[in-house]
């Protein structure tokens, strides 16, 4: 049988999305985790992002954040409402002081409808954060 797009031998499917700005990596990630950039990637949060610590937004995305490394990456379990597995999703920022990427991966989605359904939640966020980033 023949390995459909984004699908892995190991963590299931998965999804990765990059956007590259004119701006330090410290600019780019105090944006990701300000109150306006949280809103897009992640969502209306009930309570501060902590490692360890269970999340909810408003609108029933679940995790926990599992690695924050501050001005290189966050790494957290993803639940969004209606789903019955939990995936894993990993923001990195990546650069220096006047150019930085960020990059984007998701795993251990179910299926190819569950990985369409973040490849557009994604590039929804990368547009609204190109749009939002100064």
Do not use: C
Request: aromatic content about 10%.
């Amino acid at each position: 049988m023949k390995n459909q797009v984004g699908q892995t031998k190991d963590v299931g499917f998965q999804f990765g999305i990059r956007k590259s700005f004119s701006l330090s990596t410290e600019k780019v990630w105090d944006f990701l985790f300000s109150e306006i950039g949280l809103k897009i990637w992640l969502g209306n949060l009930k309570s501060d992002l902590e490692i360890k610590k269970e999340f909810e937004t408003d609108n029933g995305t679940k995790g926990v954040v599992r690695v924050l490394k501050p001005n290189s990456h966050i790494r957290l379990n993803w639940k969004a409402k209606t789903w019955e597995n939990m995936s894993t999703v990993q923001i990195r920022v990546i650069g220096n002081y006047n150019k930085a990427t960020i990059a984007i991966h998701q795993e251990k989605l179910l299926n190819s409808e569950q990985r369409s359904e973040m490849k557009d939640y994604w590039n929804i966020v990368i547009k609204k954060l190109e749009t939002e980033i100064k």
